[in-house]
Every structure is written in C-alpha cells, then in structure tokens.
C-alpha cells in the first residue's frame, strides 16, 4: 500500500506499507544433535511474517537533476535463515526460525547531467540488521566443541548487511557514427564499496569479511538500432576480497572462503 504526495513539480514524497509471507519449510537431514539425537524440533520450519515501512522524497533540485532520500524499516517474525553449523555431524547447512529480525536504515541516491556529454551519479545506504531474538542459533566458530549445541545471539548483527555502501559513477558521451550508424560514443567509469560485515549466523570474530572497494569501466558505441558494441571491465584494480566466509560442516575448526571474482573484462555486441 503506497500512498504519494506531489508538493510541487520537483517534490514528490511517498510512504509504503507491505506485507508478505513465506510457508512453512522442511529439513530432510544436517540438522544438530542434543545428547547425541536430532534436534527433530527443528526438522519443521515456521512461517515467515514480513513487515515493511517506508517513506521518502524524490527530488528534482535542479534542471536534469535526481536527489531522492528514502528511510526503511523491515520487521520480520519467524525469519526462514540458512545456517551452517561448525558442530562435529553436522555436515551440511540447515533452515532455522530467527524469532524476530529488524533491518531499518536509509539511502541517499543522486544522479546529475551536467550538460550533453557528462552525467555523474552516486548513492549511499546506512543499514542497521539485528536478530531481535535468535535463542537457538548454532555456536559461533570459536565455541565449537563445547557442552551445549545452541546459543542465543539476540542482539547481534545479521551476516552479510554491512553498515555502510554506496557507489560512484560518472559516464561522457559524444555523437558519433559507426559503420554508417548515427550513435553515441561513450566512456564510463564506476565504484563500489562497503564496509566489513558478519558473513556467519552466528557472530565469530573469525569469519568477519574486511570491506572493500571494487572499480568498473565500460567503453564503447550505442544506437537505438544497428550494432552497438562496447569493452567493458570488472574489478580492474584486480582486487582480493572475500565475498563469504562459512565454517565448514562436520568439523572443528575450519572455516572456508568464497572469493570474489578477479579482474574480468570483455566484449558485448
């Protein structure tokens, strides 16, 4: 449900409420023991309610100008979360209920043309993730090997939200022709960055991924109709950076990584 205010020409401002649902679930195998038995109550898993507000501006401040500010606030019950356990048997991941979880934050997304051949663009995302209330999440990486199985880590950050990210862009095009094509020539150049995140259910200071910045790059010629053809480069600073790290299962101890890709370029026709 949105509802929407236009105060003039280049104010609009807007608030939204959802609602959503996911059924229940089942784990068929991997999940841990109590006294040596499955933990079977946790072999069913709850639904998943969804709250959502949000409310924001979208802006126009000046000619060929974007500035939008959006604040979020996402309550979520019985959160549907895929854990892996570090626990000796537990040899794969499994699905548990978080009782409660609350992301809220905001984003400030702009864009700018500053006349016919250069337009930059930006954006950066505050987000606060919590578990609210997680009593039965597996031992963090550290604690494996200790008398009980579960712990409760409410209060903690959810893995894989990173308190800060944002990107930076800018492109410069220019009117060109091209195998007998009127087009646009272009050259862009892009930034990504985020700040270190929890990669584990369970916070461990062991599998906290560093943040990082990856830089991107596109060049090449567009038409409306014809060939277009552009080169374009992922990560071209080559950068190493960890997408993900997991303990792995059935063990003590050991934890993996998930690396990021490495400079990659091409050609898109």
Same mark, same amino acid.
């Given at each position: 449900?949105?509802?929407?205010?236009?105060?003039?020409?280049?104010?609009?401002?807007?608030?939204?409420?959802?609602?959503?649902?996911?059924?229940?679930?089942?784990?068929?195998?991997?999940?841990?023991?109590?006294?040596?038995?499955? !933990?079977?109550? +946790?072999? %069913?898993?709850?639904?998943?309610?969804? @709250?959502?507000?949000?409310?924001? =501006? #979208?802006?126009?401040? *000046?000619?060929?100008?974007?500035?939008?500010?959006?604040?979020?606030?996402?309550?979520?019950?019985?959160?549907?979360?895929?854990?892996? !356990?570090?626990? +000796?048997? %537990?040899?794969?991941?499994?699905?548990? @209920?978080?009782?409660?979880?609350? =992301? #809220?934050?905001?984003? *400030?997304?702009?864009?700018?043309?500053?006349?016919?051949?250069?337009?930059?663009?930006?954006?950066?995302?505050?987000?606060?993730?919590?578990?609210?209330?997680?009593?039965?999440?597996?031992?963090?990486?550290?604690?494996?090997?200790?008398?009980?199985?579960?712990?409760?880590?409410?209060?903690?950050?959810?893995?894989?939200?990173?308190?800060?990210?944002?990107?930076?862009?800018?492109?410069?095009?220019?009117?060109?022709?091209?195998?007998?094509?009127?087009?646009?020539?272009?050259?862009?150049?892009?930034?990504?960055?985020?700040?270190?995140?929890?990669?584990?259910?369970?916070?461990?200071?062991?599998?906290?991924?560093?943040?990082?910045?990856?830089?991107?790059?596109?060049?090449?010629?567009?038409?409306?109709?014809?060939?277009?053809?552009?080169?374009?480069?992922?990560?071209?600073?080559?950068?190493?950076?960890?997408?993900?790290?997991?303990?792995?299962?059935?063990?003590?101890?050991?934890?993996?990584?998930?690396?990021?890709?490495?400079?990659?370029?091409?050609?898109?026709?």
């Amino acid at each position: 449900l949105t509802v929407s205010y236009k105060a003039t020409d280049k104010i609009n401002a807007y608030a939204t409420y959802a609602k959503s649902y996911k059924p229940v679930g089942v784990n068929v195998a991997g999940l841990p023991s109590i006294a040596g038995q499955p !933990a079977l109550d +946790l072999a %069913v898993i709850k639904p998943e309610n969804v @709250n959502h507000y949000e409310f924001g =501006v #979208k802006t126009s401040p *000046l000619k060929n100008s974007i500035l939008n500010l959006t604040f979020f606030n996402t309550n979520i019950k019985d959160f549907q979360t895929n854990v892996q !356990a570090a626990e +000796l048997g %537990v040899n794969r991941g499994y699905l548990a @209920n978080a009782d409660k979880v609350r =992301v #809220k934050g905001a984003e *400030l997304d702009a864009s700018f043309k500053i006349n016919n051949h250069f337009n930059v663009y930006g954006a950066v995302t505050y987000t606060d993730g919590k578990y609210v209330k997680f009593t039965n999440a597996p031992l963090p990486l550290e604690e494996t090997g200790s008398a009980v199985s579960f712990k409760d880590v409410s209060g903690t950050d959810l893995p894989g939200v990173s308190k800060w990210a944002g990107n930076l862009g800018g492109e410069y095009t220019t009117n060109a022709k091209f195998f007998g094509s009127l087009g646009k020539f272009f050259i862009a150049l892009d930034g990504y960055a985020r700040s270190e995140f929890s990669s584990s259910p369970s916070a461990s200071k062991y599998l906290v991924v560093p943040g990082y910045a990856i830089f991107n790059g596109r060049i090449g010629f567009r038409v409306a109709e014809g060939l277009s053809i552009h080169f374009w480069g992922r990560n071209l600073l080559d950068k190493d950076y960890y997408e993900q790290l997991l303990p792995a299962g059935g063990n003590s101890g050991q934890y993996a990584g998930v690396l990021g890709d490495q400079r990659t370029y091409g050609l898109t026709l």
